[in-house]
């Protein structure tokens, strides 16, 4: 499990296909204490660390991920939030995050708002996903409140320290985005419309 607090930014250095999987190779500041098997969060994507030399470190993507989030356009020179998993003496900063992504999503536009940033964000409605109101998602990874929350569409306020500790520096109009919608929310709305919706 993650909480959406994005602990470093790695660069991609390198990616390898084989098969239909891929693997990406990035350098991070926390690959010294990573260990093989270990899970961390890509973007908001959950992946297990295959290999490890203390300064880059590997996961593997399967054909089902790439299909179902950005990482089929990820480029070497990238920069990807990441997180590993929470720690059980760890505090709950963020909101509960299973690092399995909904959907992409797409930046509408971005105002700088004095300071701070606007980040709209549209969806398609049509997978079933909603936003609330002053709710929780995760954006690539990152725990954010909505608002102007509307069908397959919703809106975010960026603070400077999570615009230049996140890879929301780098985001442009246009650009996919990982969205894992808030969990709860998410059985609530799948009682709501019955197993077979």
Same mark, same amino acid.
């Given at each position: 499990?993650f ?9 991609i250095?390198n ?11 990035? !350098? ?12 961390? !969060? ?6 297990? &660390? ?5 300064? $880059?470190?590997?996961?593997? !993507? ?6 179902k ?10 920069? &990807?939030?990441l997180?590993r998993c ?5 505090r ?17 536009n ?21 936003? &609330? ?14 608002? $102007? ?7 975010v !306020?960026?603070i ?7 890879n ?25 419309r019955?197993?077979? $919706?």
């Amino acid at each position: 499990m993650f909480t959406g607090i994005i602990e470093a930014l790695g660069e991609i250095k390198n990616i390898e296909k084989e098969g239909t999987n891929v693997h990406f190779t990035l !350098a991070a500041s926390l690959a010294p204490e990573l260990k093989i098997d270990q899970s961390v !969060a890509h973007n908001g994507v959950c992946l297990t &660390v295959v290999k490890t030399d203390g300064v $880059n470190y590997t996961v593997t !993507a399967i054909d089902e991920t790439l299909q179902k989030t950005n990482l089929g356009d990820w480029s070497i020179g990238q920069k &990807v939030n990441l997180e590993r998993c929470m720690a059980a003496d760890g505090r709950f900063d963020g909101h509960i995050v299973q690092g399995h992504v909904d959907q992409v999503g797409e930046v509408e536009n971005i105002s700088e708002k004095d300071g701070s940033w606007v980040f709209d964000f549209g969806f398609d409605p049509g997978k079933g996903n909603v936003t &609330v109101e002053k709710g929780s998602i995760t954006i690539n990874g990152t725990s954010l409140t909505c608002f $102007n929350s509307k069908n397959g569409k919703f809106s975010v !306020a960026i603070i400077p320290y999570t615009y230049e500790h996140t890879n929301f520096h780098q985001l442009k109009i246009g650009d996919k985005v990982n969205l894992e919608f808030d969990v709860i929310g998410k059985y609530i709305q799948r009682i709501i419309r019955g197993y077979d $919706n």
